[in-house]
C-alpha cells in the first residue's frame, strides 16, 4: 500500500510540473504585401515553456480572423537557469476577407509551478487593425516587442528593465497591466515591490520580501501622435486620436506581451561587472537599430565581463531562425539571415549574459534589446572559398566611383584587380591581414575590400566603400589539411652579410619541446608564460642577433596602427618581460600571457631584430636598451668598409589567443583597451562544405581607433 502511495504521488507531482510550465509570451503583426490587393497579415508569436513546445493553438476570438495558409516554427533559445526554460517563434500568415480589426486568443493552464501566488491559469489575447492610416496611407502596423521568458534579479539588487517599445509607424507605446474584464490576463497580479512606468514601459524592482518567481501579464498600446482616421474595405472609417486619461479612446493596436521574473538570493555585491555581468564593446547599446539586407546575414556581436564570476552564457530572444555562436575570444554572436517577405519590417532581438559563481548560482545582467530594420539586398558578389584560398568578384556597378586602382585588403600591400565590369581579389587564407576566428563548429576567415588614398592625390573624390569577405568552415572539413596558421622562416639578404633565415618559434617551459607547427593559433590562459626564441636556421659565424621591438597586432602585419608594446628600444615594455640570453647568435626571451590576446580572436607577435658583428662595442647590439635619445650606430657601408650590422628586419609568429575559459576580467589594464568599430551582415554563397561572405557598406570617413575608458574594459 505504501509503495503504491508513493508511485501516485509522484504521477501528481509530475502532472503538476507538466501542467504548470508556462513561462510568459508575445505577439507581433504586419500586413504582409500582395499584388492581387488581397488581405494578408504575418503574425509572429513567441511562447516559453519548461519544454520546446510548438503548437499552435491560437484561435478567433471577435472578428473575421480568416484562415492560416502558412505556418512555420522553430526553437529561439533554451537555458537549464531559472527553473530551465525553451523559447519558441511561430510565424502564421492568414488571408483576410478585409481589413477590419479581430482579435485572436491563446490560453491554458498553468504559469511555472513556484510563481508567487501559487500559479495559475495564463491567457494571450491580441487585437488586430489593418485599417489604412490617413497619415501614412499604409496599413497599420502593430508595435514589436519581444523579452526574454525569465529575467532574474538578485532580492538586494534594486533594477529597471527597459521593455522594447518601438512603433514602426511611430506611434506611442504604452504598456499597462492586462485586464481580467477584458480577458487580457489569467492571475492578473500587480506585485509589491514592483512598479511599471507605462508610458516608457519600464519595469522597476525595488525590494520584495518574498523570493521566488513573478508572472508579469503586460499589454502593449500603440498610440498615433496626431488625429488619424483608419480606412477599412468596406469604406468605413475609424477616428484614432493621442492618449489621454479618457477611457473611450481606443488604441491603434493591442498585443500581450508576458514574461516572468524570479527575485533571487541576495548577492554580495549589486555594482554590474562584479558578480553581475556588464556588457562590453562591442556590445550594441539599448534601443539601437541596426540596419540588415534581404539575404544578407546579419551579424550581431556581444561581449561581457565579470571579476568575481565567469561568463557562461548569452541568452537570446529574436525571430524565427536566429543562431547564436560563441568565438573563442568570448564573444557571442547571433546571425539572422532576413528573406525577401522581411523587407521594410521591424525585428526585435533581446540578449541577457548570464554568469556563474558556482555549479549551483549564476547571475544575470541587465536586459538590453535591439530593433533590425530590414532593407533591400546589397551588391552582387560572389565569394569562392578552397582550402587554403579566398577568392572575391564584386560587380562595378554596384559600386559606382570606386576606381579599381584604389582598393587593397587589410594588408596595404595586398591590392585588388579590376577590369571594366567587375573587381577581383584572389588571397591566401592566411595572408594580407586575414583574420581566423573560431567557433565550436566553424573556422571564420575575414578580409576586407577598403578603398584608399593616393598620397600624390591633393583632392579625394572617390566615394568610399569597406566589402568585408569571409569564409566559413566546418571544422570537420578538410581544410585543416591545407592551411598552415604557422609562419614560415625569414630569408635575409644584405651586402657583406650575404644571405640567412631566421625562425621566430615558441617553446614549451624551459625551452625543451618547441611548439609543433601543428598545433597553431597557439593557446595561452591569461598569466600563463609564453616562450619565445629567434634563431638562425643556419649559424652564421661571428654575428649576434639583438631584439630591437616587439608588439601584440590582431594582424600579421608590421605597420598595423593597433599594437600592444611589448619591447622597445631593446626595452622592456611589458613588465613581465624576461631576457634569456645575452649577445648571442639567437634571443631566447619571455612573458606573461596579456589581456591584450582576449580583445581579438587571435593576435600576432611581430619583431624587428638587427643583426650585427659579434664582439664590436660601435653596434646597435653593443649599445643594449635605450630610451630612443643615444644616437644609433649608422648600418652604411663605404665602399672598403667591412658592414657591423644589418637594417631592421620584422619577423613574426602566431597566431596565438586566449582559452575560452581563461576568465578575462581578473588581468584588467587601462592600457589594453582598443575601441574597434565592427559592422556586421554578409550575403551567403554556400560552396561544397563552406560558404562565403560578403558585406557591402558606404562610409564618410576612416574609422577612429581610440583607447576606451578604464571603466569600460
Same mark, same amino acid.
Given at each position: 500500500?505504501?509503495?503504491?502511495?508513493?508511485?501516485?504521488?509522484?504521477?501528481?507531482?509530475?502532472?503538476?510540473a507538466?501542467?504548470s510550465h508556462f513561462?510568459?509570451?508575445?505577439?507581433?503583426?504586419?500586413?504582409r504585401?500582395?499584388?492581387?490587393?488581397?488581405?494578408?497579415?504575418?503574425? !509572429?508569436?513567441?511562447?516559453?515553456?519548461?519544454?520546446?513546445?510548438?503548437?499552435?493553438?491560437?484561435?478567433?476570438?471577435?472578428?473575421?480572423?480568416?484562415?492560416k +495558409?502558412?505556418?512555420?516554427?522553430g526553437?529561439?533559445?533554451?537555458?537549464?537557469?531559472?527553473?530551465?526554460?525553451c523559447?519558441?517563434e511561430?510565424?502564421?500568415?492568414?488571408?483576410?476577407?478585409s481589413?477590419?480589426?479581430?482579435?485572436?486568443?491563446?490560453?491554458?493552464?498553468?504559469?511555472?509551478?513556484?510563481?508567487?501566488?501559487?500559479?495559475?491559469?495564463?491567457?494571450?489575447?491580441?487585437?488586430?487593425?489593418?485599417?489604412v492610416?490617413?497619415?501614412?496611407?499604409?496599413?497599420?502596423?502593430?508595435?514589436?516587442?519581444? +523579452?526574454?521568458?525569465?529575467?532574474?534579479?538578485?532580492? /538586494?539588487?534594486?533594477?529597471?528593465?527597459?521593455?522594447?517599445?518601438?512603433?514602426?509607424?511611430?506611434? *506611442?507605446?504604452?504598456? !499597462?497591466?492586462?485586464?481580467?474584464?477584458?480577458?487580457?490576463?489569467?492571475?492578473?497580479?500587480?506585485?509589491?515591490?514592483?512598479?511599471?512606468?507605462?508610458?516608457?514601459?519600464?519595469?522597476?524592482?525595488?525590494?520584495?520580501?518574498?523570493?521566488?518567481?513573478?508572472?508579469?501579464?503586460?499589454?502593449?498600446?500603440?498610440?498615433? +501622435?496626431? /488625429?488619424?482616421?483608419?480606412?477599412?474595405?468596406?469604406?468605413?472609417?475609424?477616428?484614432?486620436?493621442?492618449?489621454?486619461?479618457?477611457?473611450?479612446?481606443?488604441p491603434?493596436?493591442?498585443?500581450?506581451?508576458?514574461?516572468?521574473?524570479?527575485?533571487?538570493? &541576495?548577492?554580495?555585491?549589486?555594482v554590474?561587472?562584479?558578480?553581475?555581468?556588464?556588457?562590453?564593446?562591442?556590445?550594441?547599446?539599448?534601443?539601437?537599430?541596426?540596419?540588415?539586407?534581404?539575404?544578407?546575414e546579419?551579424?550581431?556581436?556581444? =561581449?561581457? @565581463?565579470?571579476?568575481? +564570476?565567469?561568463?557562461?552564457?548569452?541568452?537570446?530572444?529574436?525571430?524565427?531562425?536566429?543562431?547564436?555562436?560563441?568565438?573563442?575570444?568570448?564573444?557571442?554572436?547571433?546571425?539572422?539571415?532576413?528573406?525577401a517577405?522581411?523587407?521594410?519590417?521591424?525585428?526585435?532581438?533581446?540578449?541577457?549574459?548570464?554568469?556563474?559563481?558556482?555549479?549551483?548560482?549564476?547571475?544575470?545582467?541587465?536586459?538590453?534589446?535591439?530593433?533590425?530594420?530590414?532593407?533591400?539586398?546589397?551588391?552582387?558578389?560572389?565569394?569562392?572559398?578552397? =582550402?587554403?584560398?579566398?577568392s572575391?568578384?564584386? $560587380? !562595378?556597378?554596384?559600386?559606382?566611383?570606386?576606381?579599381?586602382?584604389?582598393?587593397?585588403? /587589410?594588408?596595404?600591400?595586398?591590392?585588388?584587380t579590376?577590369?571594366?565590369?567587375?573587381?577581383?581579389?584572389?588571397?591566401?587564407?592566411?595572408?594580407?591581414?586575414?583574420?581566423?576566428? $573560431?567557433?565550436?563548429?566553424?573556422?571564420?576567415?575575414?578580409?576586407?575590400?577598403?578603398?584608399?588614398?593616393?598620397?600624390?592625390?591633393?583632392? @579625394?573624390?572617390?566615394?568610399?566603400?569597406?566589402? $568585408?569577405?569571409?569564409?566559413?568552415?566546418?571544422?570537420?572539413?578538410?581544410?585543416?589539411a591545407?592551411?598552415?596558421?604557422?609562419?614560415?622562416?625569414?630569408?635575409?639578404?644584405?651586402?657583406?652579410?650575404?644571405?640567412?633565415?631566421?625562425?621566430?618559434?615558441f617553446?614549451e617551459?624551459?625551452? @625543451?619541446?618547441?611548439?609543433? &607547427?601543428?598545433?597553431?593559433?597557439?593557446?595561452?590562459?591569461?598569466?600563463?608564460?609564453?616562450?619565445?626564441?629567434?634563431?638562425?636556421?643556419?649559424?652564421?659565424?661571428?654575428?649576434?642577433?639583438?631584439?630591437?621591438?616587439?608588439?601584440?597586432?590582431?594582424?600579421?602585419?608590421?605597420?598595423?596602427?593597433?599594437?600592444?608594446?611589448?619591447?622597445?628600444?631593446?626595452?622592456?615594455?611589458?613588465?613581465?618581460?624576461?631576457?634569456?640570453?645575452?649577445? *648571442?647568435?639567437?634571443?631566447?626571451?619571455?612573458?606573461?600571457?596579456?589581456?591584450?590576446?582576449?580583445?581579438?580572436?587571435?593576435?600576432?607577435?611581430?619583431?624587428?631584430?638587427?643583426?650585427?658583428?659579434?664582439n664590436?662595442?660601435?653596434? !646597435?647590439?653593443?649599445?643594449?636598451?635605450?630610451?630612443?635619445?643615444? &644616437?644609433?650606430?649608422?648600418?652604411?657601408?663605404?665602399?672598403?668598409?667591412?658592414?657591423?650590422? @644589418?637594417?631592421?628586419?620584422?619577423?613574426?609568429?602566431?597566431?596565438l589567443?586566449?582559452?575560452?575559459?581563461?576568465?578575462?576580467?581578473?588581468?584588467?589594464?587601462?592600457?589594453?583597451?582598443?575601441?574597434?568599430?565592427?559592422?556586421?551582415?554578409?550575403?551567403?554563397?554556400v560552396?561544397?562544405?563552406?560558404?562565403?561572405?560578403?558585406?557591402?557598406?558606404?562610409?564618410?570617413?576612416?574609422? /577612429?581607433?581610440?583607447?576606451?575608458?578604464?571603466?569600460?574594459i
Amino acid at each position: 500500500m505504501a509503495v503504491y502511495t508513493h508511485l501516485l504521488a509522484l504521477l501528481l507531482l509530475a502532472t503538476t510540473a507538466m501542467a504548470s510550465h508556462f513561462y510568459g509570451g508575445s505577439m507581433t503583426f504586419n500586413r504582409r504585401q500582395t499584388s492581387d490587393g488581397s488581405y494578408k497579415v504575418d503574425i !509572429r508569436f513567441k511562447a516559453a515553456y519548461h519544454v520546446c513546445d510548438q503548437s499552435d493553438d491560437w484561435y478567433c476570438s471577435s472578428g473575421n480572423c480568416g484562415t492560416k +495558409t502558412s505556418y512555420a516554427s522553430g526553437r529561439i533559445d533554451s537555458s537549464p537557469n531559472g527553473g530551465s526554460w525553451c523559447q519558441t517563434e511561430a510565424v502564421m500568415t492568414r488571408t483576410l476577407t478585409s481589413n477590419l480589426p479581430f482579435q485572436l486568443r491563446k490560453d491554458s493552464c498553468c504559469w511555472i509551478y513556484n510563481v508567487i501566488t501559487g500559479g495559475g491559469n495564463w491567457r494571450l489575447l491580441t487585437t488586430i487593425d489593418l485599417g489604412v492610416r490617413s497619415d501614412t496611407s499604409q496599413p497599420n502596423r502593430s508595435p514589436v516587442a519581444t +523579452t526574454l521568458p525569465i529575467v532574474r534579479v538578485p532580492q /538586494n539588487c534594486p533594477r529597471n528593465y527597459n521593455l522594447l517599445s518601438c512603433d514602426p509607424d511611430k506611434d *506611442q507605446v504604452r504598456c !499597462r497591466y492586462g485586464l481580467l474584464s477584458a480577458n487580457e490576463c489569467g492571475m492578473c497580479n500587480q506585485h509589491t515591490g514592483f512598479t511599471l512606468d507605462e508610458n516608457t514601459c519600464t519595469l522597476s524592482y525595488r525590494n520584495t520580501s518574498t523570493r521566488g518567481i513573478y508572472g508579469f501579464e503586460l499589454v502593449m498600446e500603440d498610440y498615433p +501622435t496626431k /488625429n488619424i482616421s483608419l480606412r477599412y474595405s468596406n469604406n468605413s472609417t475609424a477616428l484614432r486620436v493621442p492618449f489621454s486619461n479618457n477611457p473611450s479612446i481606443q488604441p491603434l493596436s493591442k498585443i500581450p506581451l508576458q514574461f516572468s521574473l524570479e527575485v533571487e538570493a &541576495p548577492a554580495p555585491s549589486c555594482v554590474e561587472g562584479h558578480y553581475m555581468p556588464r556588457f562590453i564593446h562591442p556590445t550594441p547599446a539599448h534601443g539601437e537599430h541596426l540596419p540588415a539586407s534581404v539575404n544578407q546575414e546579419l551579424e550581431i556581436r556581444i =561581449k561581457a @565581463t565579470a571579476i568575481y +564570476t565567469s561568463i557562461v552564457d548569452v541568452v537570446i530572444s529574436g525571430p524565427l531562425n536566429s543562431t547564436k555562436e560563441v568565438t573563442t575570444s568570448g564573444e557571442y554572436v547571433i546571425n539572422w539571415t532576413p528573406t525577401a517577405d522581411n523587407l521594410g519590417q521591424h525585428f526585435p532581438f533581446c540578449f541577457i549574459a548570464e554568469a556563474a559563481q558556482n555549479v549551483s548560482r549564476t547571475y544575470q545582467s541587465e536586459m538590453r534589446c535591439v530593433i533590425v530594420v530590414v532593407g533591400r539586398a546589397g551588391p552582387k558578389a560572389d565569394v569562392v572559398c578552397t =582550402k587554403d584560398i579566398m577568392s572575391v568578384t564584386v $560587380e !562595378r556597378a554596384n559600386i559606382s566611383g570606386i576606381h579599381g586602382n584604389h582598393l587593397r585588403l /587589410n594588408d596595404p600591400s595586398c591590392l585588388v584587380t579590376s577590369n571594366d565590369t567587375h573587381v577581383f581579389a584572389n588571397f591566401s587564407l592566411n595572408a594580407c591581414g586575414t583574420q581566423m576566428e $573560431e567557433t565550436d563548429e566553424h573556422l571564420i576567415f575575414k578580409n576586407e575590400i577598403v578603398t584608399y588614398d593616393d598620397p600624390r592625390d591633393i583632392i @579625394t573624390r572617390r566615394h568610399e566603400v569597406e566589402i $568585408e569577405v569571409m569564409c566559413k568552415y566546418h571544422k570537420q572539413s578538410s581544410i585543416t589539411a591545407k592551411f598552415d596558421a604557422h609562419r614560415p622562416a625569414v630569408n635575409i639578404t644584405e651586402r657583406g652579410f650575404g644571405t640567412f633565415s631566421y625562425q621566430f618559434e615558441f617553446y614549451e617551459s624551459g625551452f @625543451t619541446t618547441r611548439k609543433s &607547427p601543428n598545433s597553431y593559433p597557439l593557446e595561452y590562459e591569461v598569466g600563463q608564460t609564453i616562450y619565445m626564441q629567434i634563431s638562425p636556421i643556419n649559424l652564421v659565424k661571428k654575428t649576434e642577433l639583438f631584439l630591437e621591438s616587439c608588439s601584440a597586432k590582431p594582424y600579421d602585419n608590421p605597420s598595423y596602427p593597433i599594437s600592444y608594446p611589448i619591447i622597445a628600444n631593446g626595452c622592456k615594455v611589458d613588465s613581465t618581460v624576461k631576457f634569456l640570453s645575452s649577445h *648571442q647568435s639567437s634571443v631566447k626571451f619571455s612573458m606573461d600571457a596579456f589581456k591584450f590576446i582576449g580583445q581579438f580572436d587571435q593576435v600576432f607577435i611581430t619583431c624587428s631584430i638587427i643583426i650585427c658583428e659579434a664582439n664590436n662595442p660601435y653596434t !646597435r647590439c653593443a649599445q643594449g636598451c635605450t630610451n630612443g635619445s643615444v &644616437p644609433l650606430p649608422s648600418s652604411h657601408v663605404h665602399k672598403r668598409e667591412a658592414p657591423m650590422q @644589418t637594417a631592421s628586419h620584422f619577423i613574426s609568429q602566431g597566431p596565438l589567443r586566449l582559452r575560452r575559459s581563461s576568465p578575462l576580467t581578473e588581468f584588467a589594464s587601462p592600457s589594453l583597451n582598443l575601441n574597434l568599430m565592427f559592422v556586421a551582415g554578409c550575403l551567403l554563397a554556400v560552396v561544397g562544405m563552406v560558404c562565403g561572405v560578403v558585406v557591402y557598406k558606404s562610409r564618410t570617413s576612416k574609422i /577612429n581607433y581610440q583607447r576606451l575608458k578604464s571603466d569600460e574594459i
